[in-house]
T-cell receptor, first 114, second 112 residues
Framework: DAMVIQNPRYQVTQFGKPVTLSCSQT?????MYWYQQKSSQAPKLLFH???????NEADTPDNFQSRRPNTSFCFLDIRSPGLGDAAMYLC?????????????FGPGTRLTVL | LAKTTQPISMDSYEGQEVNITCSHN???????ITWYQQFPSQGPRFIIQ???TKVTNEVASLFIPADRKSSTLSLPRVSLSDTAVYYC?????????????FGKGTRLHILP
């Protein structure tokens, strides 16, 4: 089945130690999004790619970076994780011209910062 | 995206019909209404979308009155597995990237 895959599902890192979360998709969608979701809050969009065009949300901290080496893969890099970065990180995809506001989400990676 | 207002939480019992209402007084002519469902520890899932009147699919129904200033997501005969957060979104395709901004959502808790 076509899907959005996130690895690992659970990630533990230490304060200040760089960490990378990965997302892959078999849907061949042009657009990939990264969201941060803290406990009992709504998902918050960090940035997204339209193909290789990177679009950062205005309030996304500089500590968060992203790479998209090809259509299938997208990475979220947190350069110096703080305790406040502990959250679920969700990857999603969409296809231009597809149903309005329909995004396909992965299961998420839960990040713990010690 | 138009601002939306939903109840923060709701409780219901198995077998009941659940209706979650979303207010969107500033909805624009070209805006559509979309609902997402998010189970615990999973990503959100698109469940239904409509523009006016009524839309029904295998998951839910969406009722939209003529003035479109509100909408109601209806879940028939809920089960424990319908416990989730339900997000209402209102907007139009502003650009090719089709960003969505999630509001606070409604936390639905189904009791046995």
């Amino acid at each position: 089945d076509a899907m959005v895959i996130q690895n690992p599902r659970y990630q533990v890192t230490q304060f200040g130690k760089p960490v990378t979360l990965s997302c892959s998709q078999t849907l061949n969608h042009n657009v990939m999004y990264w969201y941060q979701q803290k406990s009992s809050q709504a998902p918050k969009l960090l940035f997204h790619y339209y193909d290789k065009d990177f679009n950062n949300e205005a309030d996304t901290p500089d500590n968060f970076q992203s790479r998209r080496p090809n259509t299938s893969f997208c990475f979220l890099d947190i350069r110096s994780p703080g305790l406040g970065d502990a959250a679920m990180y969700l990857c999603a995809t969409s296809i231009p011209g597809g149903r309005l506001h329909e995004q396909f989400f992965g299961p998420g990676t839960r990040l713990t910062v010690l | 995206l138009a601002k939306t207002t939903q109840p923060i939480s709701m409780d219901s019992y198995e077998g009941q019909e659940v209706n979650i209402t979303c207010s969107h007084n500033n909805i624009a002519t070209n805006d559509y209404i979309t609902w997402y469902q998010q189970f615990p520890s999973q990503g959100p899932r698109f469940i239904i979308q409509g523009y006016k009147t009524k839309v029904t699919n295998e998951v839910a129904s969406l009722f939209i009155p003529a003035d479109r200033k509100s909408s109601t997501l209806s879940l028939p005969r809920v089960s424990l597995s319908d416990t989730a957060v339900y997000y209402c979104l209102v907007g139009d395709r502003k650009n090719r990237d089709d960003k969505i901004i999630f509001g606070k959502g409604t936390r639905l808790h189904i009791l046995p």
